[in-house]
Nanobody, 123 residues
Framework: VQLQAFGGGLVQAGGSLKLSCAASGPTRNIHTMGWFRQAPGKERVFVATVNWSSRNTYYADSVKGRFTIARDGAKVAIILRMNNLGPEDTAVYYC?????????????????WGQGTLVTVSS
C-alpha cells in the first residue's frame, strides 16, 4: 500500500487548509485511516481518524471543533479540513492506515504511512 499526502502549505493564523491522502496498491483491507502530525523537535502525535464502514471519527482534543476528517467519496482516500489554524498547528502531517485491532490513538498501531506534508501557520 502506498499513501500520498498533499495539500500542505503556508497559511496565516486563523486561516484554513485542506489536506488529502490517497491510497494505492492492495487497498482492499484498509478499514481505518488517520492523520498524525509531528512538530519540529517533538514526537509524532495523533490528530484524527475515520473508520471506513461506520464512518466514525475520532479527534485529538487539541483539534476538536476545528478539524474535520472524512473519507473522500468512494475513493480509498481521506481529507482533513483544518480551520482556525494557529501557530501550534505547524507540523508535518502524515496519513496512515490502521492495523486490524490496533488502537487508533497510537502511531505504533498504524501500518502504512504517507510521506508527510508540511503545514506552516504564521502568527
Amino acid at each position: 500500500v502506498q499513501l500520498q499526502a498533499f495539500g500542505g502549505g503556508l497559511v496565516q493564523a486563523g486561516g484554513s487548509l485542506k489536506l488529502s491522502c490517497a491510497a494505492s496498491g492492495p487497498t482492499r483491507n484498509i478499514h481505518t485511516m488517520g492523520w498524525f502530525r509531528q512538530a519540529p523537535g517533538k514526537e509524532r502525535v495523533f490528530v484524527a481518524t475515520v473508520n471506513w464502514s461506520s464512518r466514525n471519527t475520532y479527534y485529538a482534543d487539541s483539534v476538536k471543533g476545528r478539524f474535520t476528517i472524512a473519507r473522500d467519496g468512494a475513493k480509498v482516500a481521506i481529507i482533513l479540513r483544518m480551520n482556525n489554524l494557529g501557530p501550534e498547528d505547524t507540523a508535518v502531517y502524515y496519513c496512515a492506515t490502521l492495523r486490524r485491532g490496533g488502537d487508533y490513538y497510537y502511531a505504533g498501531s498504524y501500518e502504512y504511512w504517507g510521506q508527510g506534508t508540511l503545514v506552516t501557520v504564521s502568527s
